[in-house]
């Protein structure tokens, strides 16, 4: 294995450790010696590859956040913007609207604390929640808004606020307690069918606020 690579593996195992356990703990509570320990790297590594703890907690972030922003909500239903005048059109990029969370939030190939670690990063103010915000919350929901101005133009922004935090928490709500919900079930995961289900019935909820046809 080349330097290059041998580098970019303790790099990557040092932003996994140090996601796993912010994930389990919170990111006030993750120590280097733990992070050193989850990795198998040396404490020496962290400042070698990333200068301080905090600047490693902000690659974590960023790994976390890598599917949304490789491609964004706006990129991912930019194909169906021509078909916004049509009702089938309206309907479709609605549906897309949710696929696209629950496909970040809940894809296989993806680690589980990329998903947790949101739940952390956003109780407390601080630059890691600012980051968060930034790259994904502000950027989302201003393309959601766009989408339902476009639909319906006299609807208010509050209104807009509103109807997209009753469409999507459902969605977070499934990540928050995810091991609690998945322990009283007795499985091990959401099944495809469970998320189709999920989509299918938040879908339908934003259509009738927007009387759109449901079928």
Not at 10 to 31: K, M, Y
Not at 165 to 179: E, G, K, N, Q
Request: charged share 25%; proline share 3%; net charge positive.
């Amino acid at each position: 294995m080349n330097e290059y690579a041998t580098s970019q593996k303790t790099r990557n195992n040092l932003i996994h450790a140090a996601g796993e356990i912010a994930a389990e703990t919170g990111f006030s509570n993750v120590s280097m010696r733990a992070i050193a320990r989850r990795s198998g790297e040396n404490i020496g590594s962290v400042h070698y590859h990333f200068g301080s703890k905090d600047n490693l907690f902000k690659e974590v972030i960023k790994e976390s956040l890598k599917s949304w922003t490789d491609e964004s909500l706006s990129e991912y239903i930019a194909p169906l913007q021509s078909e916004l005048d049509t009702k089938q059109g309206q309907i479709g990029i609605m549906r897309s609207i949710v696929h696209y969370h629950i496909k970040n939030l809940f894809s296989h190939d993806k680690p589980v604390w990329h998903h947790k670690i949101m739940y952390h990063v956003l109780q407390y103010p601080s630059k890691l929640r600012d980051l968060v915000n930034e790259a994904l919350i502000k950027p989302n929901d201003e393309t959601v808004f766009k989408v339902f101005k476009r639909i319906r133009p006299e609807i208010k922004k509050y209104e807009m606020e509103l109807q997209i935090r009753l469409t999507l928490a459902p969605i977070y709500f499934h990540v928050i307690f995810r091991d609690i919900f998945l322990s009283n079930s007795g499985v091990k995961d959401y099944t495809k069918k469970y998320f189709r289900d999920l989509e299918d019935k938040l879908v339908c909820q934003i259509l009738r606020e927007f009387n759109l046809p449901t079928n």
